[in-house]
T-cell receptor, first 110, second 109 residues
């Protein structure tokens, strides 16, 4: 089983839609969680960290469920510019090893 | 403040040639990472360094070596390149927030 798993998509949504991605991780001792965005052939860029209490940044909301070992990303009022691949990442406690999921591709259409 | 820099941006090698990918960060981060990204495979961890003087294997370390020269620099070496190492290589530096270099596009013929 992979350490971090994501549905590869693609998720095709119209502008203005709300879309959610989940990411599961296998190590219950994981300590830090992130969502990255990657545009085609570019380097990943940090979208937001994920905190235990959940956190929001504009149209983006990230949540952590330690009991079920998953993190989620909710995008409200999707824009065309949100089209990208969204990668979740997990740091495993004690090793500082940062592992990524394979990414979920989002396509927002007019 | 340059963040994370990587050189070269592009490279073509013949099978059996060697090369070193350079990575440097100016954010005083302890942890640095090397990943490769292939179509449909996501980012796979090759090696990482949790602090200056330490390195550890990731998911796909075979065929690679690394060197954490100092806190700023973390290099990745291919001793004898193989076509299977054709990929995009990313270096990252992480401390609370993570930053990636622009990537090196490597083709091994």
């Amino acid at each position: 089983r992979k350490e971090v798993e994501q549905d590869p998509g693609p998720f095709n949504v119209p502008e203005g839609a709300t879309v959610a991605f989940n990411c599961t991780y296998s190590n219950s001792a994981s300590q830090s969680f992130f969502w990255y965005r990657q545009d085609c052939r570019k380097e990943p860029k940090l979208l937001m960290s994920v905190y235990s209490s959940g956190n929001e940044d504009g149209r983006f909301t990230a949540q952590l469920n330690r009991a079920s070992q998953y993190i989620s990303l909710l995008i409200r009022d999707s824009k065309l510019s949100d089209s990208a691949t969204y990668l979740c990442a997990v740091v495993f406690t004690g090793f500082q090893k940062l592992v990524f999921g394979t990414g979920t591709r989002l396509l927002v259409s007019p | 403040n340059a963040g994370v820099t990587q050189t070269p941006k592009f490279q073509v090698l013949k099978t059996g040639q060697s090369m070193t990918l350079q990575c440097a960060q100016d954010m005083n981060h302890n942890s640095m990472y090397w990943y490769r990204q292939d179509p449909g495979m996501g980012l796979r961890l090759i090696y990482y360094s949790a602090s200056e003087g330490t390195t550890d294997k990731g998911e796909v370390p075979n065929g690679y070596n690394v060197s954490r020269l100092n806190k700023r620099e973390f290099s990745l070496r291919l001793e004898s390149a193989a076509p299977s190492q054709t990929s995009v290589y990313f270096c990252a530096s992480i401390e609370e927030r993570g930053f990636f270099g622009p990537g090196t596009r490597l083709t091994v013929l």
